[in-house]
């Protein structure tokens, strides 16, 4: 029963790091869109940062290499016009994967013999994240469509507004 | 019909208590601030609004994973049983978890030296989470198993919280085994027990015949042999006596690996040969030499084996305090015709003069040597090889001089059986000194 626990922990840990190296260096990727070679040589530190953290499980590392990938992404939507707000969208997602696989690879979180005794299920747990996505891609989509002003719109806008209020403040 | 994991389960679930929780920013929660903050920095920078959009799924995250929502306490039972064992015993430890609006919930066992820990069974997804290890000791002494660290994650990840909980001290007895057959000589002082003496008397073994006396009874006549001497013939039982035995542990020092060191094997000796003869109803005592003296008057019982067993305990945790030699044990201690067995790795001279003054009071010995091995000397290095021989000569005139003394010595290494070299001890009782 150990060994078999043991091994099923392996191969999640070693699946979360093929996941958590595949979403950073596709975030990396993404500045291969740019053609200016200090958005490309940021993109090539990030990925090297990525594949370094994933490997050595240090946490600072993590913390770097998500500070670079995201620098790299930005830097290449700043200056390139060949990388637009869809792009960030991706560049969303993976960055997301990229946080949440680090948890996993990272030391503390895969710490011998620890056991879990309590997960949520997986669609409470994707929930949040997938309703960020939407509210990403929402606002990406707003960025880059023509938008009027109306009365209708600020009241929406208000709306949307007090909800994240509430969401926020909500308690207990 | 209720089994028996199921009455354990519903059992340890009645004992959860409640813990408090102190959460504290996880590192998924600080990335996630950095990566927004860094998206509206670079949107303010640039003036590139659509730079926020890398900052609108970090921000939905926090904002919707408040502190506030984080609940305050969790309910955690765990049980360590049993707390007293011998060694290689299996302890089991169970866990129950109710953690209402966590996202996870993870435990680590932190095990001592020299003891194994495996997860048994697990239940997850269940209210409350339950886990079990198995727990195996492998060697005597008193220690504490764990902490469990019981991890708390929260808030879609961003929060954790941290729990130790201390567990019970268990107490590991040496595992004694089968060290030893009883056997006793054959004179014994007149104290009832249940072993067949030379002495004749009410017991069950058969010792001989005699001519029929005065109040002899009808059933002890031998009709055989009153048949062919034509003369009555009753027989004669042999008194079946209790026999004395006092164990010296010297433990002054300890050499060899854990788990297999001298002192290791001076308390397992000491624990089997105790439970064997305590077994058979006969008196054991025992004396601690090496640090401060301690002894155990002879006694019979289960409770001595239980004093016994405490006693031994108590050998590790003697530093460098060195106490009385046998002189000053109370004559209790020591009764008149008790067979002393000392258990000594040889590596000073206390050994060697306890057997001296315990041979001059005439008391039955026998010498149990539970060295292993021997000193580790660099390799290629002359002094330390004659260092070694000089270690060696000097155990090897130790050993002659106990054979001087007509003391039996047994190199014992914790697999054989010591009976063999106990009957040969005790059967090398000069007449004199016997009861």
Redesign the interface.
Known sequence: ??AE?SVAHGGATVLAMAVTAGAGLAACALTLLAEERPVRTVGIVAAVAVGAAVLSGW?WL??AA??AT??A???A??ISDDV??GH??V???L??VL??G??RV?RPGR?A?????????LPR?AG??V???V??AG??VT??APVVPSAGLVLLGLAAGLG?LL?????? | MVNRSERTDSMNEHRLTEHRLEFSA???L???A??AA??VA?AII?A???????A???L??L????R?????TVRIGRRLHPLRCVEDDELTLT?D?H?P?????????AVPDHTD??????R???RP???RWAVVPHRWGRYRVGPV?V?VVAG??LYAATLDLPLEQVVVYPGGGTVARATAPRELPARLGEHASRAIGSGVEFAGVRPYGDGDRRRDIDWRTSARQQQLFVRQYAAERSFTLVLVLDVAVDAGEPGRSTLDLTVRAATGLAQTYLGVHDRVGIVSLGGSLRWLAPAAGARQLHQIAESVMQVRLDDSEVGGGIDRLPPGVLPAGAFVCLLSPLLDGRALEAARDLRARGFGLLVVDVLTSEPDVPRGSAAGRLALRVWRMEREAVRAELATLGVPLLAWDGSGDLSGALLHAMRAMRPEVRA
């Open positions: 029963m150990t626990v946490r993590g913390s998500t500070l995201t620098a992404v930005l830097l939507a700043a637009g707000p960030l969208v560049a969303s997602v960055l997301l946080v949440a680090l948890d990272e710490s013999g620890s056991v879990v005794l309590n997960r949520t299920r747990r949040v994240p309703l960020a996505v509210a990403t606002v990406a960025a880059t994240a969401v926020a403040t909500r308690s207990t | 996880t590192p998924r600080r990335r996630l950095v990566i860094a998206a670079g640039s590139r609004g659509e730079l926020a959009v890398l609108v799924a970090p939905v995250l904002a919707v994973s408040p506030s929502l984080l609940p305050r866990l978890v953690a609006g966590t996202d996870r919930v993870e435990a680590l066992l820990a495996g997860l048994d069974a697990e997850g997804g269940g989470a339950h886990a660290r991890r879609n990840g």
